[in-house]
């Protein structure tokens, strides 16, 4: 199971949320904001770290974002020195800070076959149940990271709840998490699930059931039409709506041969779009955005246009969005592990040393 390399500093509350240098924005919704960057302990040290804070939520969700940052930290002092999850490090006024490990979301990671994984993430949750929690979200893949050391972490706690084996309501959650993890076996390694594994997956709890039934219908009616929320990692309609948009005139021209669209977070709070081109004739970028304006008369914005030789692709021939992505949100440390061919880490290298999304080298000072 998870174990942590370096033993982290005691938990500080009450702490300067000016001791936390923010590289790079990773999420943003309606409830809080999670960057990247280093956190300094009280004795000068630096540590790489994830921050969350819900400060300058909207009045109307704040009643709601303090109860689910209420329920991460307290989670998160009772598991943090489990190994399952990165250690909790501080909690301020609005604010909470925890370690950064190299690693990669399930979506982005893919663990095709990788039985080590789902080995750990069972003990890791396991583990987590034993200390006296359920996670509660654990069907979001974005929940699951696949380490550097392809072990298996626990991420976002917001809905963690406490439980005792002996309720049954909590021998549910405990199930359904359960449930939630051979789902994602399921699509990553159909072919190992077992007998008894088969029969869970088939077998959701009532509560589940009557959730689906009715109660799931009104969560999606009030966050999605009353509070315009949806739960899709901060990404929205600029993705969904105006990217295709963007890559098809960009498709048109006749020189670019493929296009690929993908999204990251600004400082300034919104969601950019980043579009990866690969020509079939010598073009210039200023060429690509001219022939963009023309296309597209309400000329939506479009962050960063970035030619590259070929887009890479995995052997089924789809492109690998997986590592666009990382690359488009400058997170590219697990590039060359998850690349898996030698060809392919060679052309994302060569992608990522010409990106144009270095948000890390504007909010930090030069050494």
């Given at each position: 199971m998870p174990r942590q390399s370096v033993t982290p500093p005691p938990l500080e509350y009450d702490a300067d949320p000016a001791r936390f240098a923010v590289d790079t924005v990773l999420k943003r919704d309606v409830f809080s904001t999670v960057e990247r960057g280093t956190w300094t302990d009280r004795h000068g040290r630096e540590w790489p770290a994830v921050r969350r804070r819900w400060n300058d939520v909207s009045l109307w969700f704040a009643p709601i974002a303090y109860q689910l940052a209420a329920h991460e930290i307290h989670a998160l002092e009772k598991v943090t020195r489990t190994g399952v999850t990165t250690p909790l490090l501080a909690v301020g006024k609005r604010f909470l800070v925890r370690g950064w490990i190299d690693g990669a979301p399930?979506?982005?990671?893919?663990?095709?076959?990788?039985?080590?994984?789902?080995?750990?993430?069972?003990?890791?949750?396991?583990?987590?149940?034993?200390?006296?929690?359920?996670?509660?979200?654990?069907?979001?893949?974005?929940?699951?990271?696949?380490?550097?050391?392809?072990e298996a972490w626990l991420m976002d706690f917001q809905l963690a709840l406490p439980f005792s084996r002996r309720s049954k309501l909590g021998r549910v959650l405990a199930y359904e998490d359960l449930r939630h993890l051979l789902k994602h076996k399921r699509t990553y390694c159909p072919d190992r699930l077992t007998p008894r594994e088969k029969k869970v997956l088939a077998t959701k709890s009532l509560p589940t059931r009557v959730w689906m039934a009715t109660g799931k219908k009104v969560y999606r009616f009030v966050t999605r039409r009353l509070m315009s929320y949806s739960d899709t990692e901060g990404r929205g309609p600029r993705v969904t709506q105006v990217g295709p948009r963007i890559a098809a005139a960009l498709a048109s021209h006749p020189a670019v041969a493929e296009v690929h669209m993908s999204d990251f977070q600004t400082l300034g709070g919104k969601v950019g779009l980043y579009a990866f081109v690969a020509p079939s004739a010598p073009v210039t970028t200023d060429a690509l955005r001219a022939h963009l304006?023309?296309?597209?008369?309400?000329?939506?914005?479009?962050?960063?246009?970035?030619?590259?030789?070929?887009?890479?692709?995995g052997p089924d021939g789809a492109v690998r969005d997986d590592l666009l992505l990382l690359i488009a949100r400058n997170q590219i440390e697990m590039l060359d592990q998850l690349s898996g061919s030698e060809a392919v880490r060679l052309q994302v290298a060569e992608i990522a040393r010409g990106r144009l999304n270095l948000t890390d080298r504007i909010t930090r000072p030069a050494a």
């Open positions: 399930l979506q982005i990671a893919r663990p095709a076959g990788d039985m080590h994984f789902f080995h750990s993430a069972r003990a890791a949750l396991l583990t987590l149940h034993r200390a006296g929690y359920v996670h509660n979200d654990l069907a979001k893949q974005q929940n699951w990271l696949r380490g550097a050391d392809g304006s023309t296309a597209l008369p309400d000329r939506p914005h479009l962050d960063h246009l970035q030619i590259v030789a070929a887009l890479p692709k």
